[in-house]
């Protein structure tokens, strides 16, 4: 019922920053509790940051917290996630994730619907 589709990745230095988009269509996008995934060889699919329906609650992984925003533009159907003094270790494929609940959620399992990801590179 919906598609996602993510934008924003790149090559960025050890402290620098990215922004990423994830556009949504197919329904109306209020109606979503939105996330971001990363995923990596060693860590596989992992939870980053999670945002409700309205944009009031968010959640991030602890390794994140202070360094990326997640917020969300419903007028304009996107989710975005601003990454700040990135590190190497923020290195992953980054997933856009649309659930039918409305709080941010931090299991995978719980996400219906899911974009082709974005790759971040961070450099040392």
């Known amino acids: 019922q919906v598609q996602l589709v993510e934008s924003g990745g790149g090559l960025v230095q050890a402290g620098g920053s990215l922004r990423l988009s994830c556009v949504a269509s197919g329904r109306t996008f209020s109606y979503y509790a939105m996330g971001w995934f990363r995923h990596t060889p060693e860590k596989e699919r992992e939870f980053v940051a999670a945002?409700?329906?309205?944009?009031?609650?968010?959640n991030y992984v602890d390794s994140v917290k202070g360094r990326f925003t997640i917020s969300r533009d419903n007028a304009k159907n996107t989710v975005f996630l601003q990454m700040n003094s990135l590190k190497p270790e923020d290195t992953a494929t980054y997933y856009c994730?649309?659930?039918?609940?409305?709080?941010?959620?931090?299991?995978?399992?719980?996400?219906?619907?899911w974009g082709q990801g974005t790759q971040v590179t961070v450099s040392s």
């Open positions: 994730a649309a659930t039918g609940y409305d709080t941010p959620r931090r299991n995978p399992n719980e996400y219906g619907y």
């Open positions: 945002i409700s329906r309205s944009g009031t609650f968010s």
